[in-house]
Structures are given as C-alpha cells and as structure tokens.
C-alpha cells in the first residue's frame, strides 16, 4: 500500500460509509412516494405540498425534486463505493469460495451504481427540470391548453412506462433488487473471510432489503441508517481484530 493509499482509504471509507447514508438519510424524509395512481405523478410533482406528503415530512415542489435527486445521484454512486470498499482486502488467502462471492458482489455493485443512476437521470433529475421547463412555457404562453394536457398525459404515461418508468420499470427494479443483491453478497463473502459476525451482517442485510423495497421515504431513510450502523460496527470490529493482532 503507496503512503498515498493510507490515510486515503479510511478517509473514503468515512465520506461513503457515512457522511453519504447521513446525507441521503436527511433528503429522502423528504422523498414522497405513492403518488402515481392518486392524485397521479404530474398532479402531484408540480405543485408544493408543505404538510405531510405521501410518507415524506413534506414536498416543496418541482425545484426540490430536480435537486433532491442531483443530491441523491452522486451520493449513491458513494455508497456503492463504499459497499465496494467493505470487500477490500479479501484475496486468495481467503479461499476461492470467498473470493468468487465477492467478485459476484461487485458485478452487483457496479449494477446497482448504473442502473440507479439511470434511474435518477430519468425519473428524477430528467423529470424534475422538464416539469419545470413545461410550467415556464406555459406562463408564458407558448403551449395552449390542449398542448400542455398532452404534454402531461406524455410525462404520466412514461412514469409508469415498463421499461423506464420511475415505479415498477425494468431500470428501476433492477436498480432496487441489485441494492439487495449487493448487500447480501457483500456481507456472505465478509462472513466467508471471518471479518464479521452475523449480529454485523444484519443490519447490512436489512439495507438492501429496505432500499429493495424503495429508496423513498420512509424506506430509505432506515435502509441508510442501517448501514450506517452495519459499516460502524464492521469498522470497529476491524480495529479490534488489528489491535488483537498486534
């Protein structure tokens, strides 16, 4: 390891691992979601809805939607960096067994970085500036009302398209089960190398399993605050076993 990689590490796995979950654990309690059938995802996205909003604390409009999700982006790809940091270290003196299970919890990982991405791109960032967009023309006057009532029948129409919706679409449920897919693999091939506990891996694994259900609030939220705790109590258990190895 160069004297570069040292401090680097642990400071990435600080900035991944836990300022990143804190971040996205702060704007998804204001991540609505179950809107798409009532009042429908245009209805709802384009207006403010400061009160109690569909499982969020509160909705502040088409801004806060475009800029929720250029928050979420990035600080998603850092936990999967994270999550791909959590198998650091783990060689051939861990067995082949070991060794294939965390090489499949990358490919795992790097799937729930993309299509997540891709998701957030469509469904979030994509969808929060067009809204926006769509509302600045029609103040001023360049769309008529049988143009603006297409255009939000178009964007209602492609949030439940099945390809690359933003609820039930082939994007979005490969992003969601590869979150479960990652978490699972990464915490078989920790316990396969003996550098945690299944106590540990709980919480890691009741991760992937709420951020499969929806990164939404009040899912994501407590999918992100598990594993905050799952990778708190993996970085003391490592401290540990380097204390007790000295």
């Given at each position: 390891?160069?004297?570069?990689?040292?401090?680097?590490?642990?400071?990435?796995?600080?900035?991944?691992?836990?300022?990143?979950?804190?971040?996205?654990?702060?704007?998804?309690?204001?991540?609505?979601?179950?809107?798409?059938?009532?009042?429908?995802?245009?209805?709802?996205?384009?207006?403010?809805?400061?009160?109690?909003?569909?499982?969020?604390?509160?909705?502040?409009?088409?801004?806060?939607?475009?800029?929720?999700?250029?928050?979420?982006?990035?600080?998603v790809g850092l936990v999967a960096v994270g999550l791909w940091l959590m198998l650091d270290g783990i060689g051939p003196s861990d067995g082949t067994a070991t060794r294939v299970t965390a090489w499949l919890a990358r490919a795992a990982i790097f799937v729930f970085a993309l299509y997540f991405t891709i998701l957030d791109a469509i469904g979030g960032i994509g969808l929060g500036r067009t809204i926006l967009v769509v509302q600045q023309m029609v103040a001023e006057g360049k769309l008529?009302?049988?143009?603006?009532?297409?255009?939000?029948?178009?964007?209602?129409?492609?949030?439940?398209?099945?390809?690359?919706?933003?609820?039930?679409?082939?994007?979005?449920?490969?992003?969601?089960?590869?979150?479960?897919?990652?978490?699972?693999?990464?915490?078989?091939?920790?316990?396969?190398?003996?550098?945690?506990?299944?106590?540990?891996?709980?919480?890691?694994?009741?991760?992937?399993?709420?951020?499969?259900?929806?990164?939404?609030?009040?899912?994501?939220?407590?999918?992100?605050?598990?594993?905050?705790?799952?990778?708190?109590?993996?970085?003391?258990?490592?401290?540990?076993?380097?204390?007790?190895?000295?």
């Open positions: 390891m160069s004297t570069f990689d040292r401090p680097m590490k642990p400071l990435l796995w600080w900035l991944c691992l836990f300022v990143a979950p804190a971040i996205l654990i702060a704007v998804e309690l204001f991540h609505p979601a179950g809107f798409t059938t009532s009042p429908g995802m245009y209805q709802f996205l384009s207006h403010t809805d400061p009160h109690v909003a569909h499982s969020a604390l509160g909705y502040f409009g088409p801004h806060w939607w475009f800029v929720l999700h250029m928050i979420q982006t990035p600080m008529s009302p049988q143009q603006f009532e297409g255009i939000v029948q178009l964007q209602n129409t492609l949030w439940v398209d099945p390809v690359v919706g933003g609820v039930g679409s082939f994007v979005s449920e490969t992003a969601s089960w590869a979150a479960l897919a990652s978490a699972v693999l990464v915490a078989a091939s920790l316990l396969q190398a003996g550098r945690a506990g299944w106590a540990n891996m709980v919480p890691l694994v009741g991760f992937g399993w709420e951020l499969q259900v929806a990164h939404a609030s009040p899912h994501g939220p407590i999918a992100f605050a598990l594993l905050i705790v799952a990778a708190a109590w993996l970085w003391l258990a490592t401290r540990r076993r380097a204390r007790t190895a000295v």
